[in-house]
């Protein structure tokens, strides 16, 4: 009998609409975890994560109060394969430790969801058993960041999209796929593969 919750992921590429998608299975009382968001506070908490940072892209990472320096570090980046590699090699790993501890405390469930842009280019998905692919048309997300983040221009958001895999490749992976766009509403979606994943959770446990 295996009564460990599902590890559910949900990942996309910037703008598909992971962060609204994932909150509609919180309004289901689904535990979740965002990884990205859990990346950044690591990034600012964990010692050895801060002097890696420091060491491979200088004392500007973080401001003289002690804040990661996010506009920074993605104008460092991600117009660097390179770069973006060694990040993630650094942040990766933390951010694995530290999932692995949260959904240790949520076994009671049937199911968690671990909401991350790189799931698939990080082979994070082989350590969960299901994954949720949200998509969107490009230009659909493009213009959703633009008007997200005031910060971003189209070369850095078109530098972050050269980082991640394409949605068909991604989609090879994906046990499910929700597509948000204006054309079909994200609630009856959801509300299946919530249906879905809590059958496929009591079979397990019936095994
Ligand atoms: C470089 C950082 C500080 C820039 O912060 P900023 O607030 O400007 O951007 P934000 O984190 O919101 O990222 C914007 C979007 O870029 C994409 N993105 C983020 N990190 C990466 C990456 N390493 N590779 C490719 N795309 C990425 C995601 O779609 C994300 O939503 C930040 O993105 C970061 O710490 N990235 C490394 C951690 C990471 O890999 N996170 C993703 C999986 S855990
Ligand atoms: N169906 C929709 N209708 C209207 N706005 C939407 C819709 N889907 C997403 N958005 C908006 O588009 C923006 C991007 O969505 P969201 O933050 O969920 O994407 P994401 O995949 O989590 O992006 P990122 O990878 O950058 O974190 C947000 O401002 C969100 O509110």
Known sequence: MNKRALLVGITGGIGAGKSIVARIFTLLGVPFYAADDRAKVLMQTDEALREGIQAAFGREAYTSAGELN?????????HDEAATKRLNGLVHPAVGRDFSAWS?????HPYVLKEAALLVESGSY??????????????????????RDPQRDLKQINAIIDRQLPDEEKARFAEFIIKNTDQKALIPQVLTVDAQLRKKAAERISL
């Open 104 to 108: 240790e405390a949520h076994q009671a």
């Open 70 to 78: 996010r506009a920074y570090l993605a104008a460092t980046v991600f």
């Open 126 to 147: 082989k350590e969960l058993d299901s994954l949720i692919l949200v998509k969107s048309p490009l230009v659909v997300r493009i213009n959703r960041i633009l008007a």
